[in-house]
Antibody, heavy 117, light 106 residues
């Protein structure tokens, strides 16, 4: 079955960067886009952007432009989300989501990122 | 970006009741709308896609309706295990989500 397994929780200081991984299994990795979403405590999810693992093409939400980089490694069916210059309000759970023709169908388990001095 | 306004933010109902959650989009999303259930510390669980398509394994007491800018999620015969937060999600354009409705049992 389709599975997206994310890397473990991270604690970072303000100004640092974090790289979250999302390993896919159970389907043809290059055939589906991966979207990244984050969710701050008590809030609705917030879309960050997507990557086409086949071409490496990306689209980022405007508010993250210049701070986020999404990449993929088709040899190990893994997508990465790198967020730089972290601030305290970047503390959130980060999710990768498989998109089937734009429609969400599978979520990773989430990765908690805590930004604290 | 398309804004999603969800209401109410919390609701309290009795076991066996029928509850309705509403989501309004700032512009038409056709039927490109999903509903999720989320329990604390867990990823959102997809209940409904394309506004009204029940996902496999989801109890039939959950139903979705609407198109364009107005959508509803209905839970019939509310059960204790339905205590959770529910989100709407439009995927017509860049994804956006509602702020959530917390469902409690009286």
């Amino acid at each position: 079955q389709v599975q997206l397994v994310q890397s473990g929780a991270e604690v970072k200081k303000p100004g640092a960067s974090v790289k979250v991984s999302c390993k896919a299994s159970g389907y043809t990795f290059s055939a589906y886009y991966i979207q990244w979403v984050r969710q701050a405590p008590g809030q609705g999810p917030e879309w960050m952007g997507w990557i086409n693992p086949s071409s490496g093409g990306t689209v980022y939400a405007q508010r993250f432009q210049g701070r986020v980089t999404m990449t993929s490694d088709t040899s190990i069916a893994t997508t990465y989300m790198d967020l730089s210059n972290l601030k305290s309000d970047d503390s959130a759970v980060y999710f990768c989501v498989r998109a089937n023709s734009g429609q969400p169908d599978s979520w990773g388990q989430g990765t908690l990122v805590t930004v604290s001095s | 970006d398309i804004q999603m306004t969800q209401s109410p933010s919390t609701l309290s109902a009795s076991v066996g009741d029928t509850v309705t959650i509403t989501c309004r989009a700032s512009q038409s999303v056709s039927t490109w709308l999903a509903w999720y259930q989320q329990k604390p510390g867990k990823a959102p669980n997809l209940l409904i896609s394309k506004a009204s398509n029940l996902e496999s394994g989801v109890p039939s007491r959950f139903s979705g309706s609407g198109s364009g800018t107005e959508f509803t999620l209905t839970i019939s015969n509310l059960q204790p295990e339905d205590v959770a937060t529910y989100f709407c999600h439009q995927y017509r354009g860049h994804w956006t989500f509602g702020q959530g409705t917390k469902v409690e049992i009286k």
